[in-house]
C-alpha cells in the first residue's frame, strides 16, 4: 500500500468515524431534550426541533414545544460545545506541553478562568464595563502567567509544568474561596459554589450561539496549526528544525485555549477532566496525527458531556447533580490509570 493509499484509507475511515459518532450525538441531544421534571416523548421532541426550524407545521402542544425549543434545546447544544472546546484544548495541551497529563482543569486555567468570572460577579469588578466573559479571559490568562513563571527554566522535565499547574489551581481555588465566602451573602456563596462546580440550568440561545462562534473559530485555527503540533509532540528543537516558529505558535495556541476555556467556563462553571480523558480515548480511535485528533476529539466531546448532563438529571431523582461531580467520577479512576501507567519502570 502506497503512503496515498493510506491517506485515503485513513481519511475513510476518519469521516466514517465522524459520521457515525454526529448520529449517536443527534440521539444523544435529543435524549437529553426529553428528559426532565416534565418528560417528553422523542417523537414530539423531534417535531418540536423541526417546527422551530421551518420544516414542519406539526401541531403539538404550545407548553411541550416551548419546554423543548426554549429551554431544554439550547441546554443540550450548548453542553456538546463545551464537550467539544474543552476536548479539543486538551488535546493541545498535551502536544504542547508533550504531557498526557495536561489539560486545563489539572493546569490551573479553569481555576484561573473561575476565580476572574466570580470577581465580577460577586465584587462586581468593572463597575458593569467588565463582562463575565471578560473577567474569566482575564483569570485564565492569570493562572496561564503563573504556570509559566513557575515553570520556567525547570530541569525535570514536562511534568514540573504539572506540578506548577496544581500549585496555581490550588492558589486560584483558595482565592476563589476567599472572594466568595468574605463579600457574598449566604445565598450568594450557595449558587456560586453551585455553579462553580459546573451547571447548564441557566444557558440559553445566546450563550450557544457566542460559544459556537469561540468553539468553530478555535477549532478551525487549531486545524490550521494541525502540521505543527505534530511537531511539537517530538520537543521544541525538532520543531524548530522542521520550520516551526516555536514561540510565535505556542502563544497562538496558548491564547486559543485561554480564550475557549474562557468562555466555557463563564457559561457553566469550571467541569473537569473532559480535556483529560477524551483526548486519550480518541487518539486510540484515529491516531496521534492532529488533524485527524481534533475533529474526533470534538465530537467525542460533545456526546460525553451531553450523556454526563443526561446522567447528571438521572442519577439522582427529583435532583441534579453538579456535572463537574459527574465527569470527576469518570476522570478520576482515568486520571490515576495514566499516572500509573507513565511510572518509571524498575
Known amino acids: ?140 490568562f492569570a493562572a496561564f502567567a503563573l504556570v509559566a513563571i513557575l515553570s520556567n527554566g525547570a530541569t525535570s522535565g514536562p511534568n514540573h509544568t504539572i506540578l506548577a499547574g496544581v500549585a496555581a489551581s490550588q492558589l486560584f481555588n483558595a482565592l476563589t474561596s476567599y472572594v466568595v465566602t468574605t463579600s457574598g451573602n449566604a445565598q450568594q456563596a450557595r449558587d456560586v459554589m453551585f455553579w462553580l462546580l459546573g451547571s447548564f440550568g441557566g444557558v440559553r440561545w445566546p450563550d450557544f450561539q457566542l460559544l459556537c462562534a469561540v468553539v468553530i473559530c478555535g477549532l478551525a485555527i487549531c486545524l490550521w496549526m494541525a502540521r505543527a503540533l505534530d511537531a511539537f509532540t517530538f520537543g521544541d528543537e525538532d520543531a524548530a528544525a522542521l520550520g516551526v516558529p516555536v514561540a510565535r505558535i505556542r502563544l497562538i495556541l496558548f491564547a486559543v485555549t485561554a480564550m475557549m476555556t474562557a468562555t466555557i467556563v463563564s457559561m457553566v462553571g469550571s467541569i473537569g477532566f473532559v480535556g483529560l480523558v477524551v483526548p486519550h480515548a480518541a487518539r486510540h480511535l484515529v491516531g496521534p496525527l492532529h488533524l485527524r485528533l481534533l475533529p474526533a476529539c470534538a465530537a467525542v466531546g460533545a456526546v460525553f458531556m451531553v450523556l454526563a448532563d443526561i446522567a447528571s438529571r438521572v442519577i439522582v431523582a427529583q435532583q441534579t447533580i453538579p456535572i463537574g461531580v459527574v465527569t470527576a467520577l469518570v476522570g478520576v479512576p482515568f486520571f490515576a490509570i495514566i499516572l500509573y501507567r507513565s511510572r518509571p519502570q524498575t
Open 1 to 140: 500500500m502506497t503512503p496515498s493509499d493510506e491517506t485515503g484509507s485513513g481519511a475513510g475511515w476518519l469521516a466514517l468515524f465522524l459520521v457515525l459518532v454526529l448520529a449517536v450525538l443527534a440521539f444523544a441531544v435529543a435524549l437529553a431534550t426529553a428528559i426532565g421534571d416534565y418528560s417528553i416523548g422523542l417523537r414530539t421532541v423531534t417535531l418540536a426541533i423541526t417546527n422551530g426550524l421551518g420544516l414542519t407545521g406539526a401541531d403539538i402542544p404550545p407548553i411541550e414545544e416551548s419546554v423543548v425549543w426554549d429551554l431544554r434545546l439550547s441546554r443540550a447544544l450548548v453542553a456538546a460545545l463545551a464537550g467539544a472546546g474543552l476536548a479539543i484544548c486538551g488535546a493541545i495541551l498535551q502536544a504542547l506541553l508533550r504531557n498526557a497529563l495536561a489539560e486545563p482543569f489539572v493546569l490551573g486555567v479553569s481555576a484561573g478562568a473561575s476565580t476572574g468570572a466570580v470577581c465580577v460577579i460577586v465584587l462586581g469588578i468593572g463597575a458593569g464595563s467588565l463582562s463575565l466573559s471578560a473577567g474569566a479571559f482575564a483569570g485564565a
